[in-house]
């Protein structure tokens, strides 16, 4: 597998959209897709028609979540280990997560066979303006980006 960066790969989705034939996309980005979604339509403003982010930062600057759950955060071991992902899940994801950490649990391992765990990472990396109508959404509940970061995109 060759490694991904988040700067190689919106030739890649230009590519993908060649291929498939389309001029354009409306795209949707959750979590580290989000920054992802984000450096595509910086980079090929004329390629993304419109954009929807979902559960995602802003990029560098932004209003952090709580030190304790930034601090699980650093490391991918959540990906890795499911009952390490079991026991933060309730600091880490809120809402239904409290109330039941098994789901983290299951949802992680289901996804850590998707890639490496360094995705995360990239998502830090974005930190830009979007020209294109671009939709929000945002929990209320979500202990890393909070939803202050979802207002301030909009101003």
């Given at each position: 597998?060759?490694?991904?960066?988040?700067?190689?790969?919106?030739?890649?989705?230009?590519?993908?959209?060649?291929?498939?034939?389309?001029?354009?996309?409306?795209?949707?980005?959750?979590?580290?897709?989000?920054?992802?979604?984000?450096?595509?339509?910086?980079?090929?403003?004329?390629?993304?028609?419109?954009?929807?982010?979902?559960a995602?930062?802003?990029?560098?600057?932004?209003?952090?979540?709580?030190?304790?759950?930034?601090?699980?955060?650093?490391?991918?071991?959540?990906?890795?280990?499911?009952?390490?992902?079991?026991?933060?899940?309730?600091e880490?994801?809120?809402?239904?997560?409290?109330?039941?950490?098994?789901?983290?649990?299951d949802?992680?391992?289901?996804?850590?066979?998707?890639?490496?765990?360094?995705?995360?990472?990239?998502?830090?990396?974005?930190?830009?303006?979007?020209?294109?109508?671009?939709?929000?959404?945002?929990?209320?509940?979500?202990?890393?980006?909070?939803?202050?970061?979802?207002?301030?995109?909009?101003?």
């Amino acid at each position: 597998m060759v490694p991904y960066h988040v700067a190689t790969l919106p030739p890649l989705l230009t590519g993908l959209l060649d291929q498939l034939g389309h001029e354009q996309a409306d795209v949707l980005g959750i979590s580290w897709g989000g920054g992802l979604a984000q450096q595509f339509a910086l980079s090929r403003p004329e390629r993304v028609r419109r954009l929807v982010l979902v559960a995602t930062s802003p990029g560098a600057l932004m209003v952090p979540g709580h030190p304790r759950v930034l601090l699980r955060m650093l490391t991918p071991r959540r990906h890795r280990d499911p009952a390490q992902a079991a026991r933060i899940a309730s600091e880490l994801y809120g809402g239904g997560m409290r109330d039941d950490p098994a789901l983290a649990r299951d949802l992680l391992q289901a996804t850590a066979r998707l890639g490496p765990s360094r995705g995360y990472y990239y998502q830090l990396l974005s930190s830009i303006r979007l020209r294109q109508p671009t939709l929000i959404l945002a929990g209320d509940d979500d202990p890393i980006i909070p939803l202050i970061n979802a207002r301030s995109c909009t101003g």
